[in-house]
């Protein structure tokens, strides 16, 4: 079955420094989401990518799926307090409707 | 416009009992999925429904099962309770634009199941 894991499982960073999580599937993917999880929240999306090679930026998150569209990554640039929480990548496989979500990176930002 | 409701928020089971969780999605969402959030195993598809038929289905015992109504209120239930079902249950409603199912999730707040 349809496989999306994530690394890494949890990252401390000091605020300013930068950010990666990635995802990695087991199959190719028609599309991918990113979603975000505040601590004691419920997941909230950010953005898909359906291109191959596609890359996004919202203001410091940069995202990006990759060329064969099994791989994708989130990148936060100087980091700041408000990003803590969790960030979910969730694949979608050709021919299929359901979200398989990644395990998730929790980030930890230290004032 | 209302967002995904989920009720109960909080409850308590005991073992081998069952519960029922209800969630009523954005109005105008026909497509609501389920997914178990427990800290080990992340976030875990149980099923979706679209025009109240179960369109897809995950990996779970039959305990689990899910139900849409008319409205696209759906419920999921959760027969013969074990204690490793304590878990927050979330419910997600999607837009459905002529024969696709596309777009992002919208999560609700989830109910906290807990077993003893």
């Known amino acids: 079955g349809q496989q999306v894991m994530q690394i890494p499982q949890y990252q401390h960073v000091q605020e300013g420094e930068d950010f990666t999580t990635y995802c990695n599937s087991s199959?190719?993917?028609?599309?991918i989401q990113w979603y975000k999880q505040r601590p004691g929240g419920h997941p909230v999306f950010l953005i898909q990518?359906?291109?191959?090679?596609e890359v996004k930026k919202q203001k410091r998150l940069t995202f990006q799926f990759g060329e064969a569209k099994k791989n994708s990554s989130l990148h936060i640039t100087a980091t700041q307090t408000t990003d803590v929480g969790t960030y979910f990548c969730?694949?979608?496989?050709?021919?299929?409707?359901?979200?398989?979500f990644g395990t998730g990176t929790r980030l930890t930002v230290i004032p | 416009k209302a967002g995904v409701t989920q009720t109960p928020r909080y409850l308590i089971k005991t073992r081998g009992q069952q519960v029922t969780l209800s969630c009523s999605p954005i109005?105008?969402?026909?497509?609501v999925s389920w997914y178990q959030q427990t800290p080990g195993q992340g976030l875990q598809f149980l099923f979706e429904?679209?025009?109240?038929?179960?369109?897809n289905k995950g990996n779970f015992p039959g305990r689990f099962s899910g139900r849409q109504f008319s409205n696209s209120r759906s419920e999921m239930n959760v027969s013969t309770l074990e204690l490793g079902d304590s878990a927050l249950y979330l419910c997600?409603?999607?837009?459905?634009?002529?024969?696709?199912?596309?777009?992002?999730?919208?999560f609700g707040e989830g109910s906290r199941l807990t077993v003893l």
């Open positions: 997600a409603s999607r837009l459905v634009t002529g024969a696709q199912i596309t777009g992002e999730l919208f």
């Open positions: 990518l359906v291109k191959s090679g």
């Open positions: 109005s105008g969402h026909r497509s």
């Open positions: 199959t190719t993917l028609s599309n």
């Open positions: 429904y679209f025009s109240e038929t179960q369109r």
């Open positions: 969730a694949g979608r496989g050709t021919g299929a409707n359901n979200l398989f």
